[in-house]
């Protein structure tokens, strides 16, 4: 049985190599995406830290309107006063169903970019290489190709990694040894299995969340457009033009005490809420700002519902967590790092693993 587990390692290792490098590079990458933002698009993502308040979010939204007769609110990204980001808005283009993305300065109301295509910025680009190996929305080809290969993927790591552990399951034994003084095979045996052993709870992670994400986006898809219904286009605003935003959320904070509201998804479609997303108040770092909502009538502002994580059970706030953990964005920049460089390390175990397979291969053939 072990043998025939490190056949399919190996094979599966040297089938899924490139798009799996691809993946984990380009994720490596977009754990420090805030810092590389802040680098390359200062004045645009970044500001700097202001001691004046922010304008309300209706002043704002007001501003916007101005600034972009042409769009419709979809969602938006807020930010606390004094923080070093603008805020994040997702704008759909009148007429049709196209997101894109512009920064806001909070503090004067001002476009720091105009309305841009998902992948225009650096970053951005790099988001949807990491996720759908730019092969979404491609003709002829399924719609989700890229979404279906992501999934395919994380469930090879996770193979990978739980096969790898198996095959030497007595890696503690010689898990610092490296005999640099042998021939190659065994200097890269040894680093094969020191960088995968080492690398490996973390990557058990990264495909467990990647994996749970992939399926969770496709999943919402197939549900709201199962029966080929396409996605609704925008002619006109799908909330009333005097609804008091500032007023919903400040009604937020009342029905979870301690709330912090972080992003805020206006109505897309017809019959959806205008909903506030935010932290409940917890001692968790794994639980993410988007966790717990409160709902409300997009005509007429009433409140719905609440869903506060603080309530639910474990399961519901193990899934919430599943965000933090797969970006390393829980335990600031020691884990960062952490998260960064394992994200490199799967170029070691194909070099190393692809040299291995390759000599074996080699020796079954001398023998027969």
């Not at 390359?40 to 700097?48: F, K, R, T």
């Not at 749970?212 to 898809?221: A, C």
């Not at 717990?292 to 409140?303: E, F, I, L, R």
Request: glycine letters at 8%; hydrophobic letters at 45%; one cysteine or more.
């Amino acid at each position: 049985m072990r043998k025939t587990l490190h056949k399919w390692h190996g094979w599966a290792g040297i089938i899924c190599m490139v798009p799996f490098l691809v993946i984990c590079l380009t994720g490596s990458i977009l754990v420090f995406k805030k810092e590389i933002d802040s680098l390359l698009l200062a004045g645009v993502a970044a500001l700097e830290p202001a001691e004046q308040p922010r304008k309300s979010l209706n002043e704002l939204t007001t501003s916007v309107q101005q600034q972009l007769p042409g769009y419709e609110f979809g969602s938006w990204e807020i930010f606390p006063a004094g923080h070093d980001e603008a805020d994040r808005i997702f704008m759909i283009k009148k007429g049709t169903d196209e997101w894109f993305k512009a920064h806001l300065n909070p503090y004067t109301g001002e476009l720091l970019s105009q309305p841009t295509e998902s992948g225009h910025y650096l970053t951005d680009w790099l988001v949807e290489l990491h996720y759908t190996l730019m092969l979404n929305d491609l003709q002829y080809l399924p719609e989700h190709l890229g979404l279906i290969i992501g999934l395919i993927l994380s469930v090879f790591l996770l193979f990978m990694g739980i096969s790898g552990l198996i095959i030497y399951r007595r890696f503690w034994a010689r898990l610092f040894t490296l005999r640099w003084n042998q021939r190659m095979l065994a200097v890269f045996s040894d680093l094969h299995k020191m960088a995968g052993t080492f690398a490996s709870p973390v990557l058990l992670v990264l495909a467990i969340t990647g994996g749970y994400y992939n399926i969770l986006i496709f999943y919402e898809e197939w549900v709201e457009h199962a029966d080929g219904a396409e996605h609704h286009v925008m002619t006109e605003r799908l909330y009333a033009t005097d609804l008091n935003i500032d007023a919903l959320v400040a009604d937020s904070t009342k029905q979870i005490d301690g709330f912090k509201p972080t992003y805020l998804l206006f109505p897309y479609e017809p019959e959806l809420p205008f909903t506030v997303f935010g932290r409940a108040p917890t001692a968790n770092p794994l639980l993410s700002n988007y966790g717990s909502v409160s709902n409300y009538d997009p005509k007429t502002g009433a409140y719905l519902s609440t869903y506060n994580l603080n309530e639910q059970g474990a399961g519901a706030k193990t899934l919430d967590s599943f965000r933090r953990l797969h970006f390393g964005t829980f335990g600031g920049l020691p884990v960062k790092v952490i998260w960064s460089l394992v994200g490199v390390l799967p170029l070691l175990l194909s070099i190393t693993g692809t040299y291995i397979w390759w000599q074996r291969r080699k020796k079954r053939r001398r023998r027969r």
